[in-house]
């Protein structure tokens, strides 16, 4: 070795030592004593390496000087094809030479040795400088010790020092830490380019990056059902990826990934109920899509889906039914491989038509289902009880059994709850009160099990204040209706209306005073922006009827034949809605005194409370047949009176068995006016109306109109 590359080479070690040490001091002097021995290597190969043939050291002397020279420009990035290919040809030859070496390992010439032993070293330094990903921490490490640190290169390399940290925070699922990252990131790509926005281009990838850290926060909040937060985190994300200081490399891809976080913030305004902007978002996926996608294909369908369920949550079922279709027509274009969103689908056909009365259409799209559908298909069930519902609530009960079996089996919680909640609802419509109490404990049970616990507990409160309605315990069923009322903010308008409407007639049978007209206003406004009336839906109607039966009796028969012209342009005569709507047009008829005109109508309802419960089963029948022996005593048809008193009895026995209720006192109290009137028996009469009375005051308080009546008859 000669002494001037002895010298060299010392240089270069030391000033290199001094980068890792010092830092960029020596940076520019170590640059330039390699680039001085790469020279000397190269237009001196004859002078520094002296083997047997002069070629072969003007060859070698290129072949290091050129991988060596490529140190030189180790600063400027990124490393071009061409330095690689220098340092490639020397990593070559040093391959080459270990051939030989190998080979010739006992008579390996000694000046070839020294020739392979510099080759071997440069091609291990420079090799890392080109090779090296600027992700790689040491090589970035040691790029910024020979930098100044307000320098562009060096900003260049913090910023991706910046996405690597992001990365690992990705990884690690915490956005928080990760989003001041990438906005680091961000930060060091504008020191890198002199903020000249001009060339923002070059680190847009910052900016995704940054959004999407944003995106799988908001992913995490909507997954625990954090709204208003994945929200917050889905609208920053959009802000971001439309900046203006955000210059796509990649215009497609950005737009893309616009257009599905739109989608996101559609998912999450429909959570939040914000359906101004939820339709504000739906206009824009639909008139972008194609923007983003060739064809309609099977993410519309998602998008489709979506917006039906919406619609249907906000009662727009034509729209949804139109929605689900159009989804049919695209899982069409690969039927194979869209059974799962045809089952879905044919699902959401059904509740849809189910709502709208259209039974036979939902009738047609189950066995469309059953068709595609395993035997054991517990969901077919389901469907199968909500049709059966409207039409023979006997049969539903028992398949209504046997889909709490199927969920059971599966381990389904969400399901298993609402089959055992669709249960509990044919119990009490099949007045098997025993049963319900038994079933009511094993449906509380279940809450535990599903997610959203406080909303669930809601559906599960309502049907306790129903069932304690039912029972005359008017005091706790208020107390569960506000319950479900004031627990649940995730219930539907129309839900919050029927509960408040409840409630309002608890208030009627316990002597609450309320502003009942207010009331009346606050519903009515809500009716006239209900895009259609429904069969199903007017147990509304009839509750708003009913706190008005007596008080307005003008809107209340309006109300009421809402309800019974509904279910006749549908074509449907068979429901418990047209008995009690019939029964309580019947009582405003009793308040006026038209009692032949109220008997026609109480006729009418028994008939189709008959037609839907069967003959004297139910407590709507039980309050029908009460009303009439009112009318009967009216007008002094005691006969009569007797023998619907009987048959109020044979209901009562049926619904009840021997426990004693509220309806036993106001039976006693019919019967003690017709033993007073017909039979003219006076104190067997104060006797119903005693007994009458003790039943009464577990039910109200003494200043209840119903014991103060039973008082005043007592005393006669």
């Known amino acids: 070795m000669k002494k001037s590359e002895k010298i060299l080479i010392t240089s270069i070690l030391s000033l290199f030592l001094g980068v890792l040490i010092f830092g960029p001091h020596f940076t520019i002097p170590l640059l330039i004593s390699s680039s001085i021995l790469s020279g ?120 991706f020092e910046k996405i690597d940290e992001y990365e690992e925070y990705m990884n690690l699922k915490k956005y928080d830490l990760a989003i001041v990252k990438a906005n680091e990131a961000i930060l060091c790509g504008k020191k890198w380019k002199n903020y000249d926005t001009l060339y923002y281009q070059d680190f847009s990838g910052a900016y995704e990056f940054l959004s999407n850290a944003y995106i799988d926060n908001g992913d995490e909040f909507f997954n625990k059902n954090d709204f208003k937060n994945a929200l917050s985190n889905y609208i920053k994300a959009d802000s971001i990826l439309t900046h203006k200081e955000h210059k796509p490399k990649y215009v497609k891809s950005t737009e893309s990934d616009i257009y599905w976080n739109r989608y996101n913030l559609l998912l999450t305004y429909n959570k939040l109920l914000d359906y101004k902007n939820y339709d504000s978002e739906l206009d824009y996926l639909i008139d972008n899509y194609l923007k983003v996608k060739d064809t309609l294909d099977i993410d519309y369908h998602y998008i489709l889906e979506n917006a039906s369920n919406n619609y249907y949550t906000r009662s727009y079922y034509s729209d949804a039914i139109d929605l689900n279709k159009a989804s049919l027509i695209i899982l069409n274009q690969d039927s194979l491989n869209n059974i799962n969103s045809f089952k879905n689908t044919y699902i959401r056909l059904i509740k849809n038509y189910l709502i709208t009365d259209s039974t036979e259409t939902a009738k047609t799209y189950l066995k469309k289902y059953e068709k595609i559908t395993s035997n054991n298909d517990c969901r077919y069930l389901f469907y199968k009880i909500r049709i059966l519902q409207k039409e023979n609530i006997k049969e539903a009960l028992e398949v209504a059994k046997k889909a709490c079996e199927c969920f059971e089996q599966k381990n389904i919680s969400s399901s298993l709850f609402f089959s055992n909640l669709l249960l509990l609802k044919l119990e009490l419509e099949n007045s098997n009160y025993k049963d319900f109490e038994k079933q009511i404990e094993i449906t509380q049970d279940l809450i535990s099990q599903t997610d959203n616990k406080k909303y669930n507990q809601s559906f599960v409160d309502e049907l306790l204040g129903y069932y304690n309605s039912i029972k005359g315990n008017y005091i706790d069923s208020k107390k569960y209706y506000l319950k479900a009322l004031n627990s649940s903010k995730n219930f539907e308008e129309v839900q919050k209306n029927s509960i408040k409407l409840k409630i309002a007639q608890i208030n009627d049978e316990l002597d609450i005073n309320y502003d009942k007209n207010n009331l009346n206003l606050s519903i009515l406004n809500f009716l006239s922006e209900y895009e259609s009336t429904y069969p199903s839906t007017t147990a509304f109607h009839n509750d708003l009827g009913n706190i008005n039966t007596g008080f307005n009796s003008k809107l209340s028969d309006s109300i009421f034949k809402v309800t019974i012209e509904c279910h006749k342009n549908f074509g449907i005569n068979k429901s418990s809605k047209l008995g009690v709507a019939y029964n309580d047009l019947a009582t405003n008829q009793l308040h006026r005194k038209n009692y032949k005109k109220a008997d026609s109508l109480y006729t009418i309802a028994i008939k189709k409370l008959d037609d839907f419960y069967g003959k004297q089963q139910n407590v709507n029948q039980l309050i029908c047949y009460s009303n009439i022996i009112e009318s009967k005593l009216n007008q002094k048809k005691y006969k009569e009176g007797l023998d619907f008193l009987k048959k109020a009895h044979f209901t009562k026995i049926n619904c009840f068995s021997k426990e004693v209720t509220i309806y036993d006192a106001y039976l006693l109290n019919l019967e003690g006016d017709l033993i007073k009137y017909n039979d003219k028996n006076k104190s067997q009469s104060i006797e119903k109306y005693n007994q009458a009375l003790n039943i009464a005051r577990i039910y109200f308080n003494d200043n209840h109109r119903f014991v103060k009546i039973l008082n005043n008859k007592t005393e006669l």
């Open 40 to 159: 000397c290597y190269i237009v001196g190969g004859l002078y520094f390496f002296n083997f047997q043939k002069n070629k072969l050291n003007i060859l070698v002397g290129i072949i290091l000087g050129s991988a060596l020279g490529v140190f030189t420009f180790t600063l400027w990035l990124p490393v071009s094809i061409f330095r690689k290919v220098l340092v490639s040809i020397n990593i070559i030859f040093s391959i080459l030479l270990i051939g030989l070496w190998v080979y010739k390992k006992n008579d390996f010439n000694k000046k070839l040795k020294f020739i392979f032993l510099r080759s071997i070293t440069i091609a291990v330094f420079t090799s890392f400088f080109a090779f090296s990903s600027v992700h790689f921490n040491v090589y970035r490490s040691l790029l910024l010790r020979m930098l100044t640190p307000d320098s562009s290169l060096s900003n260049n390399l913090l910023m």
